[in-house]
């Protein structure tokens, strides 16, 4: 059985950071592309990051430039988001996809995780 395991998430001080996790299982994680993706309550989800097969990173949102980095563990299965100097706006459910490349295309991902909910509140 497939499966895309968020956790990490909960509730930061803005400036704060997290570190979201992304555990995959029942498929080898090392031949897809993982993104991240975010839905602020009462907006269309949107692509935050997304790491390639090699490790190469790709930016969907620009206002996470600076500020989060995605990586990846294949010996764990897990793809990693750090996300620093958290402000109210990053405030969403982040979900995890899996693809066999990183792209920006209706229905692109292949499996989705759950999500794992983001507040950033003082």
């Known amino acids: 059985q497939v499966q895309l395991v968020e956790s990490g998430g909960g509730l930061v001080q803005p400036g704060g950071s997290l570190r979201l996790s992304c555990a995959a299982s029942?498929?080898?994680?090392?031949?897809?592309?993982i993104g991240w993706f975010r839905q602020a309550p009462g907006k269309e989800r949107e692509g935050v990051l997304c790491i390639s097969r090699s490790g190469g990173t790709t930016y969907y949102a620009d206002s996470v430039k600076g500020r989060f980095t995605i990586s990846r563990d294949n010996a764990k299965s897990t793809v990693y988001l750090q996300m620093n100097s958290l402000k109210p706006e990053d405030t969403a459910v982040y979900y995890c996809?899996?693809?066999?490349?990183?792209?920006?295309?209706?229905?692109?991902?292949?499996?989705w995780g759950q999500g794992t909910q983001v507040t950033v509140s003082s």
């Open positions: 996809a899996a693809d066999l490349i990183c792209a920006v295309v209706a229905g692109w991902g292949e499996w």
């Open positions: 029942g498929f080898s994680m090392d031949y897809y592309a």
